[in-house]
């Protein structure tokens, strides 16, 4: 079974950086995404990485902000990271990881349905 397990979650200032990290030590996984979710709101794609090639894809709103990136050198171990620079009040939410087995990188893969397994997430606040 598939057991996501994200940290790095904590309280900054308006511009401070944050780095979350998610563990995935079930079975091998082709991509890992960030999703958030803030309070009253839905829950929304920060970005994905394609675990084998390290492709990446990514949301409007992160404006070079966020860099997600992985490392996938052990298939009993893959983690990957979201490096969130420059922090506004508005990215306070509750940040999920997701993954899926689904081997494809497409314009798709920014969909939460596309994702199959999902950690309980972490939170981030940022204040000003």
């Known amino acids: 079974a598939e057991k996501l397990v994200e940290s790095g979650g904590d309280s900054v200032e308006v511009g401070g950086s944050l780095t979350l990290s998610c563990e995935n030590s079930g079975y091998t996984v082709y991509k890992m995404a960030w999703f958030r979710q803030a309070p009253g709101k839905e829950r929304e794609v920060v970005a994905t990485?394609?675990?084998?090639?390290?492709?990446?894809?990514?949301?409007d709103f992160t404006e070079g902000r966020f860099v997600i990136s992985r490392d996938n050198r052990n298939n009993d171990k893959q983690t990957a990271w979201l490096q969130m620079n420059n922090l506004k009040s508005e990215d306070t939410a509750m940040y999920y990881c997701?993954?899926?087995?689904?081997?494809?990188?497409?314009?798709?893969?920014?969909?939460?349905?596309?994702?199959?397994?999902w950690g309980r997430g972490t939170q981030v606040t940022v204040s000003p």
């Open positions: 990485i394609h675990m084998p090639t390290g492709r990446t894809m990514y949301a």
């Open positions: 997701a993954a899926t087995r689904e081997p494809q990188l497409t314009s798709s893969s920014l969909l939460a349905e596309k994702y199959d397994f």
